[in-house]
């Protein structure tokens, strides 16, 4: 089964660099916030550090369009996410967009204007994802586990700039 609706078409972010759909906005933050997108782009993020994902890049997240008017209807559902999850798998080095290392993707985050979602904001992204998912409550356990050792790392991540 496909997680695109049948009424539109899927493509990857890479063509978000393409004048055609953004103008002459200079950053892929710029770009994508053009068009509305910025709690998405919030979401996203806060969804990558809480579940480990260390390869999100322009090929693994895309967007909506109606295939008649390519028109941009909206992000598409996040996939391609890899070794998510697993404690050893816990570094974020390697964010592409934002940033080759740790410490760069870091100072990326905290640089863009807007605050990281609090724990309000997180407890709603996952319970999104377990409805989507349709995962059993054995699994949504152990994601919860997971994500619990996961609170210091928020925490660094939405702390005031130094």
Do not use: W
Request: hydrophobic fraction near 35%; charged fraction near 25%; glycine fraction near 8%.
């Amino acid at each position: 089964p496909s997680f695109i609706p049948d009424d539109s078409s899927e493509y990857v972010c890479s063509l978000a660099y393409s004048h055609e759909f953004f103008g002459e906005s200079r950053t892929l933050y710029e770009r994508l916030t053009r068009i509305g997108l910025e709690s998405f782009l919030q979401k996203m993020i806060a969804f990558d550090l809480l579940i480990g994902n260390t390869d999100r890049h322009e090929k693994n997240f895309g967007f909506l369009r109606n295939p008649d008017t390519l028109d941009i209807l909206g992000p598409a559902p996040l996939f391609d996410s890899g070794l998510c999850l697993q404690r050893k798998f816990l570094n974020i080095d390697g964010m592409k967009p934002f940033g080759n290392d740790r410490a760069s993707a870091m100072k990326y985050l905290k640089s863009l204007p807007f605050d990281l979602p609090g724990p309000d904001i997180l407890a709603s992204i996952i319970s999104d994802v377990y409805v989507a998912s349709g995962l059993d409550g054995r699994i949504q356990g152990s994601i919860n586990e997971i994500l619990e050792n996961r609170e210091e790392l928020i925490k660094y991540v939405g702390a005031p700039n130094e």
